[in-house]
């Protein structure tokens, strides 16, 4: 019904700064409110960013405020996440999620519609 396709991983150096890309295709009125997880080694997923449909409301866990910046492409059916300042505890695989309901995505991992397959970002010391 819903694919979401996230691109912009890579490996980098404390300090440096990655952005995030997410693209969604189908139907995509069913991912009207989007966000960001992520899962580091032998962690289990946490939620990082999220937006609304109109990309008026953003919220981010408290390790990430003032470093990461979510937004939304003017068509609606991209999302990005501007990662700035990387410490080494933001290496994880980081996940596109998409929902219905922008308090699915705040809740938790549990309750997301749709799931990109994941980009790698990896932050060096």
């Known amino acids: 019904q819903v694919q979401l396709v996230e691109s912009g991983g890579g490996l980098v150096q404390a300090g440096d700064s990655l952005r995030l890309s997410c693209a969604a295709s189908?139907?995509?009125?069913?991912?009207?409110?989007m966000g960001w997880f992520r899962q580091a080694p032998g962690k289990e997923r946490e939620f990082v960013a999220a937006i609304s449909m109109s990309g008026g409301s953003t919220y981010y866990t408290d390790s990430v405020k003032g470093r990461f910046t979510v937004d939304r492409a003017n068509a609606k059916n991209s999302v990005f996440l501007q990662m700035n300042s990387l410490k080494p505890e933001d290496t994880a695989v980081y996940y596109c999620?998409?929902?219905?309901?922008?308090?699915?995505?705040?809740?938790?991992?549990?309750?997301?519609?749709?799931w990109g397959k994941g980009t790698l970002v990896t932050v060096s010391s």
């Open positions: 999620a998409g929902d219905p309901n922008l308090s699915d995505i705040t809740r938790g991992p549990k309750y997301i519609d749709y």
């Open positions: 189908g139907r995509t009125f069913a991912v009207s409110a």
